[in-house]
């Protein structure tokens, strides 16, 4: 049972553009988010987090946004750089507990 | 943060063999990860490895076929036994530092 779904496998964005990346999960105990960046052969790396007592939080381009009440979340990169182009997963945990992934969204950046 | 490697980074491997993934963090940990991204998948967590006791397996995922040793803070290793064409992934190791989980480079694994 996926708790946490991408719904979205790919997405094209002009450069300079905004991309939006969605995240939907189902279990409402979930109170911890993040978001992570996966270059091909190469780890997962953290990229930034949201509390549920949040329902924003930025960091330069990057900014999360949470609507507990829709059990959605997403993140918008603007404006948007070819560097961008990667593997985004959302992740999720409740209470410190292990974190559930995505399946991911491929973003892709066009010049 | 915390910066972690991983070795092999690659491996091809025949079938009915067994190899082993190591995984060294700088700084001590009480959780460490281990999971496996299969093409086209998400990220399955296999097992949570804690020190000082054995570690705790996912549904579908059994001891025998993933033997993990934590022998130490820094450090822990998992096996992938018996494989089979089915094995082939990138196994990634991950701690929980802070609030957030952080990766190895991952181990990719071709098994022939």
């Known amino acids: 049972d996926q708790q946490v779904k991408q719904n979205s496998p790919s997405l094209s964005v002009q450069e300079g553009r905004i991309s939006i990346l969605n995240c939907d999960y189902t279990?409402?105990?979930?109170?911890?988010f993040l978001w992570y960046k996966k270059y091909p052969a190469e780890g997962p790396t953290f990229l930034i987090s949201?509390?549920?007592?949040?329902d924003k939080n930025e960091d330069g381009r990057f900014t999360v946004f949470l609507n507990k009440s829709a059990k959605h979340l997403s993140l918008h990169i603007v404006p948007s750089q070819p560097g961008d182009s990667a593997v985004y997963f959302c992740?999720?945990?409740?209470?410190?507990?292990?974190?559930?992934f995505g399946t991911g969204t491929s973003l892709t950046v066009i010049p | 943060s915390a910066v972690i490697s991983q070795k092999p980074s690659r491996d091809i491997c025949q079938r009915g063999t067994s190899l082993t993934i190591q995984c060294q963090v700088d700084?001590?940990?009480?959780?460490m990860f281990w999971y496996r991204q299969q093409p086209g998948q998400s990220l399955t967590l296999i097992a949570t490895?804690?020190?000082?006791?054995?570690?705790?397996?996912e549904s579908g995922f059994v001891i025998d076929k993933f033997p993990i040793s934590r022998p130490n803070l820094t450090f822990s290793t998992l096996t992938v036994s018996n494989m089979s064409p089915e094995d082939s992934s990138i196994y990634l190791c991950?701690?929980?530092?802070?609030?957030?989980?952080?990766f190895g480079p991952g181990t990719r694994l071709l098994v022939l």
């Open positions: 949201i509390s549920s007592i949040k």
């Open positions: 992740a999720a945990s409740a209470a410190g507990n292990q974190f559930y």
């Open positions: 490895a804690n020190q000082g006791s054995e570690a705790t397996y």
């Open positions: 700084s001590q940990v009480t959780m």
């Open positions: 279990n409402s105990m979930f109170d911890y």
């Open positions: 991950s701690v929980l530092s802070g609030v957030a989980q952080y």
